[in-house]
């Protein structure tokens, strides 16, 4: 079936402007995860979803990015005021096997470059 | 919170060698051990894990340790191809997250 995706593949905004990244996870896969990686680094926790929750947002950096999910499907990830240290690639991963370690799997992410 | 050390950060390798790259955790309540290899431009791809209640798993060329003890784990490549040629990255989990190593970029030598 068809895997994780995410939308733009690419995006460059400049400073200041706000910026929504959408994750279509694995249908049936109830948690989803935001993750982001700089060049040349690891993957940096940003925020966890079960359905439509966040129980855990302890990896947004600042104030300025927040997240949603409706439906338990789709999510998006927002970041206002963009700087250019947001500059990254941001991956989304859903599992079937909330609360439990379960096999994550990953969007191919989107790459956002901040002029 | 986890932390996770994952060394060497590059590995090069003649093909048809093998190759190893290990990990230590800090949380010893991680009971999950994925390891996930990246090709360029692409997303983090699961190639295999462990839980902490084996101490070995084997899928072809590729194998994965545990030893919860000492809080490390390592992959094990064996035969190496240059389709091996990627980042890789450990991981460890308690619950729901998971905490990353920083990677390692393998290169296959023809």
């Known amino acids: 079936g068809a895997g994780v995706s995410q939308s733009p593949s690419n995006k460059v905004t400049e400073k200041g402007k706000d910026v929504e990244l959408r994750c279509d996870p694995i249908s049936g896969h109830t948690a989803l995860y935001w993750y982001r990686q700089s060049l040349g680094q690891g993957l940096e926790f940003l925020i966890y979803?079960?359905?439509?929750?966040?129980?855990?947002k302890s990896g947004l950096p600042s104030d300025r990015f927040s997240a949603e999910r409706t439906g338990g499907s789709v999510s998006t990830l927002t970041i206002q005021r963009t700087q250019q240290e947001d500059s990254a690639v941001y991956l989304c991963a859903s599992s079937f096997s909330p609360g439990r370690p379960g096999e994550q799997y990953f969007g191919p992410g989107t790459r956002l470059t901040v002029t | 919170g986890e932390n996770v050390e994952q060394h060497p950060s590059t590995l090069s390798v003649q093909e048809g060698d093998s190759a190893v790259i290990k990990c230590t955790y800090s949380d010893s309540a991680s009971n999950y051990f994925p390891w996930y290899k990246q090709e360029l431009g692409k997303g983090p791809q699961l190639i295999i894990d462990i839980r902490s209640n084996v101490g070995e798993k084997k899928d072809q060329r590729i194998a994965v340790t545990l030893n919860k003890t000492a809080k490390h784990f390592s992959l094990h490549i064996t035969e190496t191809q240059p389709e091996d040629s990627a980042v890789y990255f450990c991981?460890?989990?308690?619950?729901?997250?998971?905490?990353f190593g920083k990677g390692t970029h393998l290169i296959i030598q023809p």
């Open positions: 979803f079960q359905g439509n929750s966040a129980p855990d």
């Open positions: 991981a460890a989990s308690v619950a729901d997250g998971l905490t």
